[in-house]
């Protein structure tokens, strides 16, 4: 299985993606290799631990899994964990590109990583898209993928969800939720935490829970 896993990381790097977005896979940056060892780590991790259940959310984040390789985490997050988490830090392998004395939070990964651990609840974290999405002229931002895009990153989501067997999908936010149906993938929802929708996201994860609970 792990060859299978790396063969997925270059397939990944070697996909050609459309203009105006940044493959934080792929061999055109030198620094990249780290960023697909990173992503390369946590799926190992993952797949040991044998989760049943995938978050997908919309794309990479420029303050998130654009700069570490790794979906829903901030460099911070990779290098620290947080309290009641133990899957990332430098003890597990994984690096940053650049080290410096104050790296990166992102908001959104500490909401979803506190909400997780507080439910106790380890999902395999992915992206509709799985590529930094930017608006012209400024890599340090973020826009919503176009719909093309969004059909480039339907073979490796469903790549996963079948490697994984996963058995149930949860959508982070209606653009999330909106892909994954257009890929013909029946799916849970929950409110994205941005923008004032951390109460109705942690919400939602309970909700998920119990009813993973009661199945």
């Not at 935490?193 to 919400?203: D, I, R, T």
Request: net charge positive; with cysteine; aromatic share 8%.
């Amino acid at each position: 299985m792990i060859e299978n896993l790396k063969d997925f990381v270059e397939e990944l790097a070697s996909i050609k993606v459309t203009p105006n977005v940044y493959n934080q896979y792929s061999y055109g940056h030198q620094e990249n290799y780290i960023r697909r060892d990173n992503l390369l780590t946590y799926l190992i991790q993952m797949y040991k631990l044998k989760p049943r259940v995938i978050l997908v959310g919309e794309a990479p984040g420029y303050r998130g899994c654009r700069l570490t390789g790794v979906p829903f985490t901030s460099e911070h997050l990779l290098m620290n964990n947080m309290e009641g988490l133990y899957l990332f830090g430098k003890e597990n392998g994984y690096r940053l590109v650049l080290e410096k004395e104050k790296n990166l939070k992102e908001a959104t990964a500490t909401i979803i990583w506190s909400t997780l651990i507080e439910h106790d609840i380890l999902p395999l974290s992915w992206n509709a898209f799985p590529f930094h999405p930017y608006r012209k002229g400024n890599k340090e931002s973020n826009r919503t993928p176009l719909k093309k895009e969004l059909l480039l990153g339907g073979k490796p989501l469903h790549k996963l969800i079948k490697m994984f067997n996963i058995e149930t999908v949860i959508a982070v936010g209606n653009k999330a939720e909106e892909s994954l149906h257009n890929l013909g993938l029946s799916c849970k929802k929950v409110r994205h935490p941005a923008q004032g929708g951390k109460n109705e996201f942690v919400k939602g994860i309970k909700e998920i829970k119990e009813g993973l609970l009661s199945q």
